[in-house]
């Protein structure tokens, strides 16, 4: 017969069990269903050729990518994820590793569209200033009080269709709409300052 401590030794183990497969868990699309268009598990030296690195230091390490700002860049390091979509989902695995956040960012043909925040204290969807337009000024989406922890992973899944986008993260969901979003996109763009962050097992959702 177990005593106390070892009860709440086995429910401690127990609770702790469940929390990180709720942070590891696989999401379930919410806006699109489409069938897979790629995957990247980083499995090789090198991430393929959809992947280009624009700043920063970029490498595989154990079978993630790994993104660290580069000082003599004066820019946050930035990895592109080249493929073109109009509404998609987009999932991934990541690990604060030094950095206190990054960027999942969108672009549409001619600049900057709107990006996910993830930091420490919260996850905010904004869209990004028109850098043609002196007036344009960026605008919250959605936000999510979900707090981040360093060296925790966490898998999130963010979709698009039309002037919606949903993010889930943690076993929280979250969705907002804005009118900029419904047209093109060129790909996705991972853009964080600081030690490091790590990815890892991303997939890509296509809808037509």
């Known amino acids: 017969m177990k005593n106390s401590n070892q009860t709440y030794f086995a429910l401690t183990l127990a609770l702790a069990s469940g929390c990180l497969q709720a942070l590891n ?16 598990d980083f499995s090789t030296a090198k991430p393929g050729k959809a992947w280009v690195a624009a700043k920063g230091t970029w490498e595989v390490q154990e079978g993630a990518l790994k ?67 002196p007036a344009s000024k960026s605008e919250l989406i959605v936000q999510s009080a979900t707090k981040l922890k360093q060296g925790q992973w966490y898998t999130v899944l963010c979709e698009t269709k039309g002037d919606k986008v949903a993010l889930q993260i943690a076993g929280v969901k979250v969705e907002g709409s804005h009118a900029a979003l419904a047209q093109p996109k060129t790909g ?12 890892d097992d991303v997939n890509v959702w296509k809808a037509k």
């Not at 868990?25 to 990247?40: F, Q, R």
């Open 188 to 199: 996705y763009r991972f853009v964080l300052k600081g030690e490091g962050v790590m990815f």
């Open 67 to 133: 993104g660290i700002e580069k000082a003599s860049d004066n820019h946050a390091a930035v990895m592109t994820l080249r493929a073109p979509h109009t509404d998609s989902a987009v999932s991934f695995r990541f690990q604060l590793a030094g950095s206190k956040g990054f960027s999942l960012s969108y672009n549409h043909p001619k600049g900057h569209l709107f990006r996910v925040n993830f930091t420490g204290a919260n996850i905010q969807i904004r869209t990004d200033k028109d850098k043609h337009d």
């Open 25 to 40: 868990a696989s999401p379930a699309p919410i806006l699109v269903n489409a069938p897979k268009a790629m995957e990247e």
